[in-house]
């Protein structure tokens, strides 16, 4: 009756809607209808032939969603130039929903199998994604990509059985059809980069969003069936940060490396961009691959798949490799103009590497070897700040005539403003590596300290049933835990009182370098900002009990450097200020006793001299952590207080405000040990 109806209504009629011939369209209608009519007498026949029900749905799924992407995506019917929308938003959604809800009905009544139910989810799923997303494929892009993702979800559902477990050919096999999908997907993938940024991707941006995807594809698969396997979450960790290395670093790919199709070629040989912008210069992004290559090696030594942890001579390849690549690429990306500097940097960055990995991973001899190196790193700094300016000096002046024109002024002032932007980032590459060792050395000092502690608790514990657990310890069990303590490359407390004690000292030397070199930064990028202390002074913190420099220094003592240092920065800025503003006055010193200069002056080293009382009040209860009278810190409040309103100097009113604040805290903690203590009694 359907069939008639059309063929008789609409079979002869010579229009084009959504694309295609109405007499196409009917026949799809006609076998749509057909097939939503067979479906229920095919639901109620026995069992055995539950494979009609399957297939007849899923050609209706398939029939639906090519009408759909073609009345969705060719909405405007040409007739007289009107633009009138054929199918809204609101249908593809009720039909996804209906379909869903059909699908889980006979799913639960048991009349379609699972591989069934996974298609036709997937399927009626892919519709939604027409609704973000303008692009004639998008839907049959996004059916693939769940049809290869889904799988883990929907087909291994049953917990019970053993055979909802992948096994390992199948994980391989799934996460090959996974790969294989994002590459059929690449265009789609484009489109929606190009829709995001407003132009077309680069190569490395493209490969970088496949292989990511790729990765959270699998995600599913390690997490469900192989999350007690740490070799696959290893590469799974290793794959997706590969994918975020190539979306952020965008490296250029070799041209034989890349397939471009007609949709990526054309969007790329449009000349808007040139006819726009003209042409551009571009920065050399080969280096690139050098920081990704380093970052993925620290990657995997991290997570073991370089098996760097046991054998000393990779693990010594491995660490002049990733200096090697983080050297080249520092010096390719910063300083490209000053070649003899490469060489110097190239071996900073290997001793940095070499020294980092083997504190972390020590070997026999390395505790004898590594205070060298870190004293080559040293030497280096002063020796790389140095040449970098005089090289470029002599290269730029060399053979100069003794006629200057203004072109060559030009150019020395050029070369001076290059030499301090390259010396601001050897400063910059040295504060860095500084705090990296001090960080390093701070860990490796903490875990030994546990270790000793632990040591200690479980000594006496050892002491009273070593000789019931001995005997209850397999011998073969025995036997491997005692040569996986002795092949584990660790300090022992004997061996780091006799061959570790140089680590506090380097630490401390790489502390101290590192927030010098902070400060000297902060004057020359900020012209001494007043707040930069308070974010520079907690690197201190990283400082260690060292009988060598720092006598008496504790871990109870931790905060006494950062406190003592705010206050002493800010002193001295003061005193400098106040030099400053007298030495550059209108009279200078050539004003008479009793001038405005010498007020000033007066003034405001009165008021610097009145916040003394607090903060060496207050430094020295930090250090000492002994209670004192209640009055002290109270009296020296009021002391601050001219400080706050009459100085004309802002670093003179910060030292107020904060003695004021020293004061307070003081007083609080005071109290505290106080009561404390009485609790106690």
């Known amino acids: 009756m359907v069939g008639w109806f059309v063929m008789h209504n609409y079979w002869g009629l010579n229009i084009w809607i959504a694309g295609m011939s109405l007499k196409s369209f009917c026949k799809l209608i006609v076998g749509s209808v057909i097939l939503a009519m067979a479906v229920p007498g095919l639901a109620v026949l026995p069992p055995q032939f539950r494979f009609l029900t399957e297939a007849g749905l899923i050609s209706h799924a398939l029939l639906l969603c090519y009408i759909e992407n073609n009345f969705f995506n060719y909405s405007n019917v040409y007739y007289y130039g009107m633009d009138d929308v054929m199918y809204p938003s609101y249908m593809v959604i009720m039909t996804t929903f209906a379909g869903l809800a059909i699908v889980r009905r006979l799913s639960v009544d048991h009349r379609i199998g699972s591989k069934a139910v996974w298609v036709l989810i997937c399927l009626y799923s892919s519709k939604l994604f027409m609704l973000f997303m303008a692009s004639k494929t998008v839907l049959w892009v996004s059916a693939v990509l769940l049809l290869a993702v889904s799988p883990p979800l929907l087909l291994y559902k049953d917990k019970s059985k053993s055979a909802s477990k992948m096994k390992p050919w199948q994980g391989y096999a799934h996460a090959g059809v996974v790969a294989l999908s994002v590459w059929f997907c690449r265009e789609t993938i484009f489109e929606a980069l190009q829709w995001w940024n407003g132009r077309p991707p680069s190569d490395g941006l493209l490969l970088g969003s ?14 469900m069936h192989f999350s007690h396997v740490m070799a696959a979450k290893r590469y799974l960790v290793l794959v997706v940060a590969t994918g975020l290395l190539f979306i952020l670093m965008q490296p250029p790919i070799p041209l034989a490396w890349t397939y471009h199709s007609d949709v990526i070629r054309s969007a790329r040989q449009s000349t808007d961009d040139i006819s726009i912008y003209g042409f551009m210069a571009l920065k050399p992004t080969w280096p690139s691959w050098l920081l990704i290559a380093a970052i993925l090696l620290s990657l995997a030594g991290v997570t073991s798949i370089i098996p760097i942890k046991y054998i000393v001579e990779l693990r010594t390849s491995y660490a002049i490799a990733v200096g090697v690549a983080l050297g080249i690429y520092v010096s390719a990306e910063y300083f490209l103009q000053a070649a003899i500097l490469h060489a110097l940097i190239i071996v900073t960055m290997v001793c940095t590497c070499v020294f980092v990995v083997f504190t972390h991973i020590p070997s026999a001899s390395s505790t ?47 070369t001076l403003l290059a030499i301090e932007g390259a010396r601001t980032s050897l400063l910059g590459l040295y504060a860095a590596i500084f705090m990296l060792i001090a960080l390093e050395i701070k860990f490796e000092l903490a875990s030994l300290m546990r270790e000793k502690f632990a040591e200690r608790g479980g000594l006496r514990h050892s002491q009273s049933g070593e000789s019931s657990s001995a005997a209850s310890v397999p011998p073969r069990l025995r036997f491997m835990n005692q040569r996986r303590a002795s092949t584990m490359p660790t300090f022992t407390i004997k061996r780091i009182a006799a061959e570790g004690a140089w680590m506090p000292a380097v630490g401390n030397v790489a502390t101290v370098m590192c927030f010098s ?13 007043n707040s930069a202390i308070f974010f520079l002074a907690p690197v201190l913190l990283l400082l260690n009990q060292d009988s060598d420099f720092f006598a008496g220094f504790g871990d109870k003592q931790r905060y006494f450097p950062v406190t003592v240092a705010i206050s002493a920065y800010l002193v001295l800025t003061a005193l400098y200020s106040i030099w400053e503003d007298v030495w550059h006055g209108n009279g200078g010193w050539g004003v008479d006793i009793g001038g405005p200069d010498w007020i000033f002056a007066v003034k405001n080293l009165a008021l610097l001299i009145l916040t003394f009382p607090s903060h060496i009040l207050f430094n020295s209860f930090v250090w000492s952590y002994t209670k004192q009278a209640d009055s002290r810190p109270l009296l020296t409040i009021p002391l601050n207080l001219p400080s706050v309103i009459m100085t004309d100097l802002l670093k003179i009113k910060i030292l107020g405000l904060l003695g004021a604040m020293y004061s307070v805290a003081q007083y609080l903690i005071s109290r505290r040990q106080y009561f404390s203590g009485l609790k106690y009694i």
């Open 210 to 223: 496949c292989i990511l995807l790729t990765g959270l594809a699998c995600v599913p698969i390690v997490a």
């Open 368 to 414: 004898k070897i590594l205070p060298w190196v870190f004293a080559l790193i040293v030497a280096l700094f002063p020796v790389t700040y140095l040449l970098e300016g005089q090289v470029r000096i002599n290269k730029s002046w060399l053979g100069e005539s003794g006629v200057e024109d203004i072109a060559e002024e030009d150019s020395k002032i050029a």
């Open 517 to 529: 070199i902070c400060l000297i930064l902060n004057v020359h990028l900020s012209g001494g900002s």
